[in-house]
């Protein structure tokens, strides 16, 4: 069973970074696709950025240009840099994994495994 928990949420003003980690435990490990999603209350879950076993990473048009994912297989950790936040970027993220090392489309309904969730907070 592969079990995932995030870490590194916060509150911080507009322009700020912050860095979320998310280390996967379990069967399938690390060596799957793993997505970062987000939801702020009163809307959906809506998809950050994913990355494959092997391969670059996806950014949802939100993400492109502030917000960086890597992963360090050998740390079994998915980490998403967010810079240049903004108050928008405020809501719950969690990270998730599918059962394949390729990622399909960034939809929580291709995801299997998920964590419990970090809340971002940024205040204007």
């Known amino acids: 069973q592969v079990q995932l928990q995030e870490s590194g949420g916060g509150s911080v003003q507009a322009g700020g970074s912050l860095r979320l980690s998310c280390a996967v435990s379990?069967?399938?490990?690390?060596?799957?696709?793993v997505g970062w999603f987000r939801q702020a209350p009163g809307k959906e879950r809506e998809g950050v950025a994913n990355i494959p076993s092997t391969g670059g990473p996806f950014y949802a048009d939100p993400a492109k240009g502030r917000f960086t994912l890597s992963r360090d297989n050998a740390a079994n950790t998915v980490y998403l840099q967010m810079n240049r936040l903004r108050p928008e970027d405020t809501a719950t993220y969690y990270c998730a994994t599918t059962r394949t090392p390729y990622c399909l489309v960034l939809s929580p309904d291709n995801y299997d495994s998920w964590g419990q969730g970090t809340q971002v907070t940024v205040s204007a």
């Open positions: 379990g069967v399938t490990s690390i060596r799957n696709c």
